[in-house]
């Protein structure tokens, strides 16, 4: 089973789903971003999983991996600062209380 | 767990599979155990540290998977960078008057049939495409990378170093306190 490309792909679409699932149902902020870094995860490891079992790809997924992880580093950076700048005006992390647009 | 997962390697072995898939097997049950927990835990702060479970269990995968400089950027970015990150915003933004009586939203039901929906339509997807790959892994050795990633890659490169200096500029404009401001 390890020498197959689908158990690689089916297992990244599981993460990406359990990923996809606590984002749209968390109320935490924070909690949604963990859901975020899950599904970037499950892409991440779909990426790695044709470099290794697709040879005209030669070393390109896992080039393109690599960038991924630091693009994701950058995301979580700046979304966080994001999420801790609202805390700080809303004194909330839980997202169906910032409500101030529909008021 | 330790010891469930010990049974479980010596009992797959007994079952005539070899190591490589052994390790897949427990990697992969850890990783969506973990995972699972990350999205349904009620307290957050677990959720974080399961959330480095999560990634160390992914780490290992990559090694399974013969990519061993991808899982060593895992180790450092995702367990000692970005979960320590997380750990400190959740600590940052914890409430002590209402942990949160309720984790989910009350979208949570379609939430978790439109995941359901999504993991099938993967699966699904996935085995019916020829991907015309071959059957044993290809083991990239980490000099040949390097090869590609600094001579092909170098201009990506050096825009993911400018992306990532802006993203810590702009981390900190945003999460700094205005002079002045409620504190």
Known sequence: MSNSLDAYLILSGLLFAIGSFGFLARRNAISMLMSIELMLNGVNLSIVAFGAFIPALGAQGSVIALMVIAVAAAEATVGLAIVIAIFRNKKTPLVDEYDQMSQ | ?183
């Open chain 2, 1 to 183: 767990m330790g010891a469930v997962t010990g049974i479980a390697a010596i009992m797959l072995v007994l079952l005539g599979q070899d190591w490589g898939d052994a390790l897949f097997w427990i990697l992969a049950a850890v990783m969506l155990g973990s995972a699972l927990l990350v999205v349904t835990m009620h307290d957050i702060i677990r959720c974080g540290l399961a959330m480095m479970v999560c990634f160390g269990a992914l780490a290992g995968i990559y090694v399974v998977l013969g990519a061993p400089l991808i899982a060593a950027a895992q180790v450092i970015v995702y367990i000692g960078a970005i979960s320590v990150l997380i750990l400190f915003a959740i600590m940052l933004t914890q409430t002590k008057d209402a942990p949160s009586r309720l984790v989910f939203q009350t979208q949570a039901v379609p939430a978790a049939i439109s995941a359901v929906v999504i993991a099938v339509i993967i699966a699904l997807a996935i085995a019916a495409t020829d991907w015309h790959e071959v059957p044993e892994r290809i083991r990239l050795a980490t000099d040949a990378l390097s090869q590609v990633l600094f001579n092909d890659f170098v201009l990506p490169f050096e825009i993911v170093s400018v992306l990532l200096l802006a993203a810590v500029v702009g981390g900190v404009f945003l999460a700094k306190r205005e002079p002045g401001g409620p504190s």
